[in-house]
Antibody, heavy 128, light 108 residues
Framework: EVQLVESGGGVVQPGESLRLSCVAS????????MHWVRQVPGKGLEWVSL????????YYSDSVKGRFTISRDNSKNSLFLQMNSLRTEDTAFYYC?????????????????????WGQGTTVTVSS | SYELTQPPSMSVSPRQTARITCSGD??????GYWYQQKPGQAPVLVIY???ERPSGTPERFSGSSSGTTVTLTISGVQAEDEADYYC???????????FGGGTKLTVL
């Protein structure tokens, strides 16, 4: 069974740090780029960050660039989000997500689309 | 950055057709995606590449694209379709992703 399990959430004060983890199972982890997405309770979804399958390329939303760092350990099927200089507006439910992979027989190549596997999420609360 | 605009809410009677739109300049050149999210649950991808259904998405869900707008159509709406729906897209390199604000669909 394909599964993503997040952990590491908690309650911290503004300016503090937190490291989220996401452990994958049921698929070849390093075949896939991976995302972090967050959601403020009662609000919409916000894309946070993306990392390539081999970990060499990373991308961030404007709201977290310079404060958050995405990384992965493919030997442990694990994805991470290091969150520094946390702000109250970072309070949210954090999900890791995997793209949908489609094999194009004509082009004989894999293509990746959207986010079709999600974890159950972990809660981050930043409050003084 | 990019922006995607959805109506905040809409309501529909059972067995009717719901059409949820999502507009943004990025959609003129990039694919749109749709997610369904029910209370207390993670989002579920229901449409990718504007109009493709992942395995498991009921056939009553369909997607279309025209210009800078993508549309999610739910034909023969059922009570279980009551949920929040989010559109999504990305830049040409797939390195910057954005969600619409979400549409709360109420089944009357």
């Amino acid at each position: 069974e394909v599964q993503l399990v997040e952990s590491g959430g908690g309650v911290v004060q503004p300016g503090e740090s937190l490291r989220l983890s996401c452990v994958a199972s049921g698929f070849t982890f390093d075949d896939y780029a991976m995302h972090w997405v967050r959601q403020v309770p009662g609000k919409g979804l916000e894309w946070v960050s993306l990392i390539s399958g081999d970990g060499t390329n990373t991308y961030y939303s404007d709201s977290v660039k310079g404060r958050f760092t995405i990384s992965r350990d493919n030997s442990k099927n694990s994805l991470f989000l290091q969150m520094n200089s946390l702000r109250t507006e970072d309070t949210a439910f954090y999900y890791c997500a995997r793209p949908l992979r489609y094999f194009d027989w004509l082009l004989h190549s894999y293509f990746y689309y959207g986010m079709d596997v999600w974890g159950q999420g972990t809660t981050v609360t930043v409050s003084s | 950055s990019y922006e995607l605009t959805q109506p905040p809410s809409m309501s529909v009677s059972p067995r009717q057709t719901a059409r949820i739109t999502c507009s943004g300049d990025v959609l003129a050149k990039q694919y749109g995606y749709w997610y369904q999210q029910k209370p207390g649950q993670a989002p579920v991808l229901v449409i990718y590449k504007d109009s493709e259904r992942p395995s498991g998405t009921p056939e009553r869900f369909s997607g279309s694209s025209s210009g800078t707008t993508v549309t999610l159509t739910i034909s023969g709406v059922q009570a279980e379709d009551e949920a929040d729906y989010y559109c999504q897209s990305a830049d040409s390199g797939g390195s910057y992703w954005v969600f619409g604000g979400g549409t709360k669909l109420t089944v009357l």
